[in-house]
């Protein structure tokens, strides 16, 4: 499976499993995630794709950041994941 920047993933493996991350980059098979708590934006978790499930994309000023390759802060995105961990649940 193919992964772009800014789609929402849950980890399926290791002892992150079933936590939501952000697609910071996607390189060669390899996926660079984030959370905004315990991986950091200027330091994300490095995991094959082959390990994650891919949940969705999602039309929000942060991930639009994402995208385009504009700075984000760790807050917006902890605050961008919970609002979409929101909306899945409702």
Avoid: N, Y
């Avoid at 939501?20 to 060669?28: I, K, T």
């Avoid at 994309?57 to 979409?84: I, Y």
């Amino acid at each position: 499976m193919s992964f772009k920047r800014a789609q929402i993933v849950r980890s399926r493996c290791g002892r992150d499993s079933g936590r939501l991350f952000c697609v910071m980059d996607a390189q060669a098979g390899w996926l660079l995630l984030a959370d905004g708590k315990r991986r950091r934006v200027d330091r994300p978790k490095r995991k094959q794709g082959k390990h994650v499930a891919l949940v969705g994309e999602w039309d929000h000023p942060v991930m639009e950041k994402v995208r385009t390759g504009q700075s984000v802060r760790d807050r917006e995105l902890r605050a961008a994941l919970a609002a979409f961990r929101e909306e899945m649940e409702v």
